[in-house]
């Protein structure tokens, strides 16, 4: 069984920057594609960054880009979300997840949701004005 579990999130004032991790445990990580979505108060679930299992191609939302960098240490298992120069509406909840079964080349695959087959709880950053 893969377990996710986010950290890094908090409060921080706009301009600022925080850092995600999501540690994962079961399987082996490095085989795995990776994503972080966020879901703000009222709003469904949105992409935000992702990679493939080589870790070659990464895939942001425009929101995002030139923000944001996702990266992977696979010596730790552990997967990153790098935010700077927040914004308000960066306000969310911030989740990982881990697609296994697929082997796809091109990040922009895993911009939906329907890809993943495990997800974290959620770490909640709040980025006041």
């Known amino acids: 069984q893969v377990q996710l579990v986010e950290s890094g999130g908090g409060w921080v004032q706009a301009g600022g920057s925080l850092r995600l991790s999501c540690a994962v445990s079961?399987?082996?990580?490095?085989?795995?594609?990776m994503g972080w979505f966020r879901q703000a108060s009222g709003k469904e679930r949105e992409f935000v960054a992702a990679?493939?299992?080589?870790?070659?191609?990464?895939y942001y939302t425009d929101s995002v880009w030139g923000r944001f960098t996702a990266s992977r240490d696979n010596t730790r298992n552990t997967w990153y979300l790098q935010m700077n120069s927040l914004k308000p509406e960066d306000t969310a909840l911030y989740y990982c997840a881990a697609a296994t079964g697929s082997r796809s080349y091109d990040a922009s695959y895993f911009s939906s949701e329907g890809r993943y087959d495990y997800w974290g709880q959620g770490t909640r950053v709040i980025v006041s004005s």
């Open positions: 079961g399987g082996t990580f490095s085989m795995y594609a």
């Open positions: 990679d493939t299992w080589s870790g070659a191609s990464t």
